[in-house]
């Protein structure tokens, strides 16, 4: 037996209020109205092209530095926990709890090279919509509370300070090979017979 505690992601999502900046703009008067939006997600939280079928255009900060731009259909930030689930199929490695670390999962990207990244806990990524988006994009937390992200918004992702505690069977690490195995039938495939049985099963069969 034993405990788990399976780490969860904080995300604030930073709004510009767009029907302020429109009566700003009109009205030629400064105030521009902010607000922010806090979610704990347990899996992962998806930045996705919505219903635009045009590609999105998202870019990726690490600790508020430029790391890349997202082309593609999104981008999955998932916490160990989530990296079992829709990251895993969009192609990424399943990362076991214990271990301390944000995946980045680009979903369907316009680029060959673009491989999901695993970043330490400690960071701070920020997503944002590029300056030269043709269309807006959307954000889910958990698969829940969708938002339409605009040029001007920022969504802010880090490892949260409350774990979410589990208990184990038999030990951490079992436990964790036991689950892949019995809920997502990780590397289930029949096994081949030994060729020595093989060649002794077809002379009989010959014969």
Known sequence: GGEVLHKRA?????????DSAVLAHVYRHKPVFLFTVLRSVL??????????????????????RLITSVQGDGVIVSTPTGSTAYAAAAGASMIHPNVPAIMVT????????????????GVELMITLSPD????CWVSFD???????????????????YP????????????????????LHWNVRKKQARLADHV????????
Do not use: M
């Open 10 to 18: 904080e995300c604030s999502l930073t709004a510009l209020d767009h």
């Open 43 to 64: 899996n992962e939280v998806v930045v996705d092209r919505g219903p635009s079928s045009y590609l999105s255009n998202v870019d990726l900060y690490l600790d508020g």
């Open 106 to 121: 680009p979903i369907c990207p316009h680029s060959l090279s673009f491989r999901p990244i695993v970043v330490p806990a």
């Open 133 to 136: 988006a043709r269309n807006t």
């Open 143 to 161: 698969g829940r509370k969708r938002q339409e992200i605009r040029h001007g918004d920022c969504i802010k992702i880090t490892t949260s300070c």
């Open 164 to 183: 979410v505690p589990s208990i184990c069977c038999h030990d951490l690490v079992y436990d964790w090979f036991e689950s892949l195995a019995q809920c």
């Open 200 to 207: 002794s099963d077809s002379s009989d069969t010959e014969n």
